[in-house]
């Protein structure tokens, strides 16, 4: 696939394909079935945390058809950006995939001021302007719904891997749109735990995340792994507060995330992993929370920042 042969996230043993997208470890026999296609290599006790809050997400608009027809109804310019990501959310129920992934775009594009629009737009550039001449293959953490895999597949020659934990949000945004290229074997997907990447040690030249990094609680064991399976460079890509900023440190801290928005605090980290660390950091600008919504009340897209803050993107070039 794509370059990059996996190994037993179990006992790094050999694999040896099973059909339908499957692996069966010729080492220690453990079976790695595959969810619609895509191989999840992760024990089997994992759970698929997107697909639980999809399938509760799905409960609540069929307990509330209301909202859901409200919702359905109205048209796309009129929704805030919470509306616009319950609107995604159905469509993607629904089956709608390529309109979810449009209607998400919107609510992306209306949540977030324009300096954080350019700057994360910067920041995807940086790495993508990086690995041009790169020959890969480029493996991307925490890919979900494909924002710099879409960006990187259109501009960038070497082969791609996109994973996730979750199989179901790689195939509802991702597998139903890059059909050809998953055929011609430019781009492969793959469900893993972040905490057990399924390589050989140095097996994977480059790693790219885009707020990866800061979706996996407890960063510290997924930067380890990642330094692990690294042969050559970690382009991650993170959105930070003020060091100072205790009231948003403390609020990621309760999501499972101490330190990971604190440049500081992440960097010891990761050379605390073996990392050697330098930041590309973009510029401050000042940052309210994401709206909540009018018509799916008590919505919100962002857990954070919790009150409004300065931030900035700062992509992380680690060897
Ligand atoms: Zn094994």
Redesign the pocket.
């Known amino acids: 696939m794509s370059g990059l042969h996996p190994?037993?996230?179990?006992?790094?043993?050999e694999?040896a394909p099973t059909g339908e997208g499957g692996f069966s470890?010729?080492?220690?026999?453990?079976d790695f079935p595959s969810a619609r296609g895509i191989p999840c290599l992760f024990p089997p006790e994992t759970g698929d945390f997107w697909a639980e809050s999809q399938r509760a997400l799905e409960e609540f608009f069929g307990e509330n058809p209301a909202l859901s027809k409200a919702l359905e109804a109205a048209p796309p310019e009129t929704l805030n950006g919470a509306d616009l990501s319950a609107k995604a959310s159905l469509l993607r129920i629904q089956g709608r995939f390529r309109e979810a992934v449009e209607v998400h775009e919107a609510s992306w594009a209306r949540c977030y001021p324009q300096e954080y629009r350019d700057s994360f737009q910067a920041q995807m550039d940086f790495i993508t302007e990086s690995l041009k001449s790169a020959v890969g293959p480029v493996l991307d953490i925490a890919s979900g719904r494909g924002t710099l895999i879409s960006q990187l597949l259109s501009q960038v020659e070497a082969p791609l891997i996109a994973s996730d934990l979750s199989p179901t949000v790689l195939a509802d945004y991702q597998a139903s749109r890059w059909g050809e290229h998953l055929q011609s074997g430019r781009l492969g997907l793959m469900a893993f735990d972040a905490k057990n990447i399924p390589f050989e040690d140095g097996a994977v030249p480059v790693i790219t995340t885009c707020l990866g990094l800061q979706n996996i609680p407890g960063p510290e064991a997924a930067l380890r792994e990642l330094r692990r399976v690294c042969g050559g460079t970690l382009y991650a890509m993170c959105m930070f507060f003020p060091e100072e900023d205790g009231v948003n440190h403390r609020a990621a801290a309760k999501v499972g995330l101490p330190g990971a928005f604190s440049l500081e605090q992440l960097r010891g980290m990761m050379e605390r992993c073996g990392w050697q660390v330098r930041p590309e950091a973009g510029p401050w600008f000042q940052i309210q929370p994401t709206p909540e919504g009018e018509i799916a009340a008590g919505m919100r897209v962002d857990a954070l920042p919790a009150r409004e803050t300065r931030c900035r993107f700062a992509t992380l070039v680690c060897q």
């Not at 470890?25 to 453990?30: H, M, N, R, S, V």
């Open positions: 190994v037993c996230p179990v006992c790094r043993g694999l470890c010729t080492a220690c026999g453990a």
